[in-house]
């Protein structure tokens, strides 16, 4: 295998399709598509293989939590796209770990998903 300076695994962004304005993956508009920025669905995999082929392991983050700010319009996040996704809306304003409003509420305006109230989630 090539030499890569000894690591063995990378991390990198989410790479679906973000909102307008987002372009490093943790604005989430369509969990289903790639992010042009990331190149092709083609291009990911041909990554990964060669990375593979060098026995590096690739780890893709991802974000479950929130979607990219759209406000209260979910028409265009997909496969999200209603309201009944999401957490009420509230702001985090404390942001000790763990509190109810840390794990329900929009952390800088970003829309909540409910993976506890809503089994689609």
């Known amino acids: 295998a090539e030499y890569m300076g000894g690591f063995d695994a990378i991390w990198i ?11 490093h ?4 508009q369509d969990f289903n598509t790639i ?12 990554f990964v293989d060669a990375a593979h082929a060098m026995d590096i392991w690739v ?12 406000g209260t319009d979910f028409a265009s ?10 957490h009420p809306v509230c702001q985090v304003t ?3 770990c ?12 970003l829309p909540d998903l409910d993976q506890d109230g809503n089994p689609a989630v």
């Not at 993956?25 to 989430?28: C, N």
């Not at 992010?35 to 041909?46: I, Q, R, S």
Request: glycine share 8%; with cysteine.
């Open 35 to 46: 992010n042009p920025y990331f190149g092709t669905a083609a291009d990911l995999k041909a």
């Open 98 to 109: 763990f509190l109810p409003e840390t794990l329900t509420c929009r952390l800088d305006d």
């Open 13 to 23: 962004s989410p790479v679906i399709t973000n909102t307008p304005g987002g372009y």
């Open 59 to 70: 780890m893709v983050d991802v974000v479950i939590n929130h979607v990219g700010p759209v």
């Open 77 to 86: 996040i997909v496969p999200f796209n209603s309201s009944t996704a999401y």
């Open 25 to 28: 993956g943790y604005w989430a």
């Open 94 to 96: 404390n942001y000790t």
